[in-house]
């Protein structure tokens, strides 16, 4: 098993930034696949970035350029700095995690006005 926490959302102005962060309960290098996902109202949830446990990334053309997520393995965390936020990226982000399984987090709220 594997616990994950999110925070960071909220409300933030077009062209503003947010950082979310998750924190997960086990080390990263016994987890291969670390990556944040979002859904919006009527939608899928839909892949946003990840990270693997060797440092690759892979980051979805809707917000490449402006979103890059990272990590800090001596505290188990992922993070997603988002800059240049669009009200098209409103939606509730979750957090992933793959290790023998799939993890999701509670996810956070992320609402960008115009």
């Known amino acids: 098993q594997v616990q994950l926490v999110e925070s960071g959302g909220g409300l933030v102005q077009a062209g503003g930034s947010l950082r979310l962060s998750c924190a997960a309960s086990?080390?990263?290098?016994?987890?291969?696949?670390m990556g944040w996902y979002r859904q919006s109202p009527g939608k899928q949830r839909e892949l946003v970035a990840t990270?693997?446990?060797?440092?690759?990334?892979n980051v979805a053309d809707s917000v490449k350029g402006r979103f890059t997520i990272s990590r800090d393995n001596t505290i188990n965390t992922v993070y997603l700095q988002m800059n240049s936020l669009k009200p098209e990226d409103t939606a509730v982000y979750y957090c992933?995690?793959?290790?023998?399984?799939?993890?999701w987090g509670q996810g956070t709220q992320v609402t960008v006005s115009s």
């Open positions: 086990r080390s990263f290098f016994r987890i291969d696949v």
């Open positions: 990270i693997s446990r060797g440092g690759s990334t």
């Open positions: 992933q995690a793959i290790a023998v399984g799939v993890f």
